[in-house]
């Protein structure tokens, strides 16, 4: 009933009241005081009846306005999660993504931090005797150990898609020894380590990518440093040229079970001597090769290919089995390498073959590599008439078990035959080298503190040639150029090592 309608009717009713008083006051004695009283009383319910009606009034007001301003809120709060309306997404899948609605755009960013103590002690053999400690580049001030503090790499990796059929990838790095995996003397800077663009050919698997990027011959190289199972690479790694990074257009496949690449670069980009294929990251006016190609193909035969983009096995984790073949040779421009007095160089190759086994919880890994890169060497300038380098052979096995969740136990043994002990023994500087081939041991643990997080710990054993034969910055182990015994032969080949480190890794 309304408002009007219910005044209506009680002025109605008083009207009527009143005017029945007043008839019976016609025949009865009818006071003034009761009429009074009697209009005060239906003033008094009509006053009552209003302000009732305007209660539900205003109810319903701020009924309507509440639920106006929540709609605002949901509005602005979902405006907000789509980045002002313009349908994008953002949060964290296996990094910090943000994606447009149609998928078409996307930017990832990783981050990795590894910070290291190390501690390298080196006993030289046959009584050693430095001739001036304080100068000697091999054992600054005579001592044989080496211990500090080092952020060995802080990088940032930024990759995704750019229109459809497009995709990117770049990493910046700062390392004491960024730029230097070939050289193993450090510099100390900020380095763009790869930067290509990528297209997609079709849904078959197929693409294509330009720019700089790794060398994918080697699997130990392919596997990122954030997502290796020991603290480093080794040695036996990194003395091949393909562990490095070069300017090529890489032709790509992936499959169900194989996938594989071919990839044509500028090789080792500065020429033939120092480590096969390194130092690829050059302008094109620095590029000493005639032609450099390169590959590997993959087969998995069981298991995800993710689970191969990492090395480990960790408890409850699938079973799977990978087996690799790779692949590099490269031609140098004569025209642009000097060779005055030297020896031609010739044509360098190397191929590789590895197995990784993972068993969810234990996992096992073995590779193989054999090359030929003569005339190169160590000692840089090869006379005519003066035998080459043998050929270069190199394999190493490793394997690793989890205790349980969190704690991982890691063992592995590397050997590598340089090919240089003849070369040397002809130039008559004897066994500079070493005649015995470099072999190294190492034992360690791995402690998952989260899935971002690992605090690794190892111990090694180097014995045999261990004179610059690559990546001696990362691993941390020292050449040992300069090494003489009491007669003034010069062992630095015999000279032994042990190393103990460690490391607190967080990646995101």
């Keep these: 009933m309304s408002l009007l309608t219910k005044v209506g009717f009680l002025a109605g009713a008083a009207a009527t009241s009143l005017t029945g008083a007043a008839l ?21 319910k009509i006053t009552e009846l209003s302000a009732s009606q305007n209660a539900d009034w205003m109810t319903e007001q701020r009924a309507e306005q509440v639920r106006g301003l929540v709609q605002d809120v949901l509005a602005d709060a979902d405006t907000r999660a789509s980045l002002q309306g313009s349908g994008m997404t953002a949060g964290y899948d296996d990094g910090f993504v943000i994606n447009s609605n149609d998928g078409n755009f996307s930017l990832k960013i990783n981050g990795l931090m590894q910070n290291r103590w190390v501690y390298n002690h080196r006993n030289y053999s046959y009584g050693r005797v430095p001739a001036n400690p304080s100068l ?32 990117y990838n770049m990493r910046m790095q700062y390392s004491p020894y960024e730029n230097t995996l070939s050289t193993g003397a450090g510099a100390g800077d900020l380095g763009i380590d790869w930067a290509y663009v990528g297209m997609d050919l079709g849904s078959d698997g197929w693409s294509l990518q330009l720019g700089q990027q790794k060398f994918d011959v080697m699997r130990a190289w392919m596997v990122n440093a954030e997502d290796q199972q020991f603290i480093e690479r080794g040695n036996q790694v990194y003395y091949w040229g393909t562990s490095d990074y070069t300017s090529g257009l ?30 690829g990251n050059t302008g094109y006016a620095g590029n000493t090769t005639d032609w450099a190609f390169s590959g590997r193909v993959e087969w998995k035969a069981s298991g995800t290919w993710s689970q191969f983009d990492g090395q480990g096995s960790p408890r409850g984790s699938e079973t799977g089995m990978l087996f690799g073949f790779g692949a590099a040779a490269m031609k140098p421009d004569l025209d642009r390498t000097p060779t005055a007095g030297l020896q031609t160089p010739g044509t360098q190759w190397l191929v590789t073959a590895d197995a990784t086994l993972d068993f969810g919880g234990l996992n096992v890994g073995a590779s193989l590599t054999y090359g030929d890169d003569e005339p190169r060497g160590v000692a840089a300038a090869i006379p005519v008439g003066v035998s080459s380098p043998d050929d270069q052979i190199g394999w190493a096995v490793e394997a690793g078990y989890f205790l349980n969740d969190d704690w991982e136990l890691l063992a592995r043994y590397q050997y590598l035959d340089a090919g240089l002990k003849d070369t040397l023994r002809d130039l008559g500087a004897g066994d500079t080298v070493g005649h015995d081939n470099f072999k190294t041991l190492t ?66």
């Design 136 to 167: 000697n580049p091999a054992d600054p001030a005579g001592s044989k150990n080496d211990y500090g503090f080092e952020t060995t790499r802080a990088a940032l990796n930024f990759s995704g898609t750019a229109g459809k059929g497009f995709y």
């Design 443 to 508: 034992i360690g643990a791995n402690y998952y503190m989260s899935a971002n997080a690992k605090l690794s710990m190892d111990w090694g054993y180097q014995w045999g040639g261990n004179l610059n034969v690559g990546g001696a910055a990362y691993t941390g182990w020292q050449n040992t150029a300069g090494a003489v015994d009491n007669n003034g032969a010069d062992v630095s080949g015999n000279t032994k090592q042990w190393m103990l480190r460690m490391q607190l890794q967080l990646s995101f």
């Design 250 to 279: 890489k032709l790509k496949y992936a499959g169900d079970s194989f996938r594989g690449n071919v990839m044509y670069s500028n090789g080792n980009g500065t020429g033939t001597l120092g480590n096969q294929f390194a130092n």
């Design 24 to 44: 019976a006051g016609t025949s009865a004695d009818v006071s003034y005081e009761d009429l009074q009283q009697r209009l005060d009383a239906a003033e008094a």
